[in-house]
Nanobody, 114 residues
């Protein structure tokens, strides 16, 4: 599975961004997709994920502000980010997993100014 992420940028605190992650290749094998982020000097952390069964999971820090969704026809996963805070500044990575693979997108920078 190959992943390509889009949509990062610079936004003021309180603003919104939508990230997109387009999947290609053996997409029928995907059982898990989601978004992670890594801020400078910190470990990569889960932001939002869902399984092929539809279960959703959000980091506590983004609950109520971020929404993960998908468009199966376009093989694309989205992350709608509202009420952004400076602490949301990070490189955001798309992730997709099958039973035997773990794929990452190239990352997209999100910078939130105060």
């Amino acid at each position: 599975v190959q992943l390509q992420a889009f949509g990062g940028g610079l936004v003021q605190a309180g603003g919104s961004l939508r990230l997109s992650c387009a999947a290609s290749g053996s997409i029928f094998t995907i059982i898990y997709m989601g978004w992670y982020r890594q801020a400078p000097g910190k470990q990569r952390e889960l932001v939002a994920t869902f399984t092929s069964g539809g279960s959703l999971n959000y980091a506590d820090s983004v609950k109520g502000r971020f929404t993960i969704s998908r468009d199966n026809d376009k093989n694309t996963v989205y992350l709608q980010m509202n009420s952004l805070k400076p602490e949301d500044t990070a490189v955001y990575y798309c992730n997709a997993r099958s039973r035997s693979t773990n794929s990452w997108g190239q990352g997209t920078q999100v910078t939130v100014s105060s």
